[in-house]
């Protein structure tokens, strides 16, 4: 678990990036990509789409602003998105670290 400050017209959020937090922007990513791959889908999704935004707004502090809300899930996506990258990194240069030790 990490938290994330960030700051959306003005105002100063923070987030806690929970596996619930990433399960939800992991969601709303995969949303997006159908109704890119299918914009006939798009009407199907959007009510996903939009109670998904809302489960990921709910988690900021300050409550969210519906005039800040799509600044607030990039913000959230690009956390998370540095979250995956991390651990991502933090687990290939775990085996190179083991390998050394072994010589």
Do not use: C, R, W
């Amino acid at each position: 678990m990490s938290s994330k400050e960030f700051d959306v017209n003005g105002t100063d959020y923070k987030i806690i990036i929970t596996e619930q937090v990433i399960g939800h922007v992991n969601s709303l990513k995969d949303l997006y990509n159908a109704a890119y791959e299918d914009p006939e889908s798009f009407e199907d999704v959007s009510t996903e789409i939009s109670s998904t935004i809302k489960e990921i707004a709910s988690t900021v502090e300050p409550e969210a602003e519906d005039s800040d809300l799509d600044g607030i899930i990039q913000e959230i996506i690009k956390a998370v998105d540095h979250k995956a990258d991390e651990i991502k990194k933090e687990l290939e240069d775990k085996p190179a670290k083991k390998s050394k030790s072994k010589k």
